[in-house]
């Protein structure tokens, strides 16, 4: 396994949740990582993103002010910290990488983990 999500889980609306994605060193120290979100009957949508540096970040409008994506290089880990949840953001989250940098179209990642399913109750 290249990818390994976990962190998901039941939080009532308002909460917070972080997420955690373990990447293999090959993929982790070459290439950018995202986060993106599939909710029962939609598309799959982006969150965030970080370069391989971890100097640059992009956030989807709807996560920006209230997710962080961050990476920890001594752990391989990239995190995608959600405060003051809300019930649309119920989906299941994957982590990705991306051989093409930050950007925000799901089919330039390459990799993908097995998801981990955010539940939010209002």
């Known amino acids: 396994v290249q990818l390994q999500a976990s962190g998901g889980g039941l939080v009532q609306s308002g909460g917070s949740l972080r997420l955690s994605c373990v990447a293999s060193g090959r993929l982790f120290n070459n290439y950018a990582l995202g986060w993106f979100r599939q909710a029962p009957g939609k598309e799959r949508e982006f969150v965030a993103s970080?370069?391989?540096?971890?100097?640059?970040?992009a956030y989807a409008r709807s996560a920006k002010g209230r997710f962080i994506i961050s990476k920890d290089n001594d752990k391989n880990t990239v995190y995608l910290q959600m405060n003051n949840l809300e019930s649309e953001d119920t989906a299941t989250y994957y982590c990705?990488?991306?051989?093409?940098?930050?950007?925000?179209?799901?089919?330039?990642?390459?990799?993908w983990g097995q998801g981990t399913l955010v539940t939010v109750s209002s």
């Open positions: 990705a990488t991306s051989p093409q940098g930050i950007n925000v179209d799901a089919t330039n990642y390459n990799y």
């Open positions: 970080i370069s391989v540096s971890g100097r640059s970040t």
